[in-house]
Nanobody, 117 residues
Framework: QVQLVESGGGLVQPGGSLRLSCAASGRSMFNIFVMGWYRQVPGKQRELVATITSGGVTNYADSVKGRFTISRDNAKNTVVLQMNSLQPEDTAVYYC??????????WGQGTQVTVSS
């Protein structure tokens, strides 16, 4: 059974930084999955934050470009989101996601990020 375990959320002041990590387990071949982060606030749809392919090609939401950096370690089946210059509008529950067209899509349980003074 696939498990995605997220860590690193919390409370931070505006302008601060947080680092989210996600460890995938329960099957092989995570290296061929696209890995990424999404976020959701109450009453709104879940939205893409950033994704990274197995080859390291990244994609970011316009709202986080230049502030967030996504990376992955294929040997350890982990994906990391480094978030800098955080703003109150970044407050959300952040979800780890791994997907492959033929092998399926999986979600983590979510981790809360709150940006407030």
């Amino acid at each position: 059974q696939v498990q995605l375990v997220e860590s690193g959320g919390g409370l931070v002041q505006p302008g601060g930084s947080l680092r989210l990590s996600c460890a995938a387990s329960g099957r092989s071949m995570f290296n061929i999955f696209v890995m990424g982060w999404y976020r959701q606030v109450p009453g709104k749809q879940r939205e893409l934050v950033a994704t990274i392919t197995s080859g390291g090609v990244t994609n970011y939401a316009d709202s986080v470009k230049g502030r967030f950096t996504i990376s992955r370690d294929n040997a350890k089946n982990t994906v990391v989101l480094q978030m800098n210059s955080l703003q109150p509008e970044d407050t959300a529950v952040y979800y780890c996601n791994v997907r492959n067209t033929f092998l399926g899509t999986y979600w983590g349980q979510g981790t809360q990020v709150t940006v407030s003074s």
